[in-house]
């Protein structure tokens, strides 16, 4: 992963995107997730309440609630 960076082109992706996160992942920073929506034209946060429940189907039902925004 020497070199590499997500953010280059993400303002160019022009479909709405759903980030989830948790605001406890000390994995993944939630700095690092607004960072990435912010450079999405049609990103959005999804926070979810631990990093164990975006492992569960439960997370699903909350993209749902996204995917019906649209």
């Known amino acids: ?21 948790a605001a406890s992942d000390t994995l993944h920073e939630g700095d690092d997730v607004h960072r990435i929506v912010d450079a999405l034209p049609r990103g959005r946060a999804v926070e979810c309440p631990s990093n164990t429940y975006m492992h569960t189907a439960s997370v699903a039902a909350d993209l749902q609630r996204f995917l019906t925004t649209l």
């Open 1 to 21: 992963m020497i070199g590499y960076s997500l953010f280059p082109g993400l303002e160019t992706v022009e479909v709405p995107v759903a980030v989830a996160y």
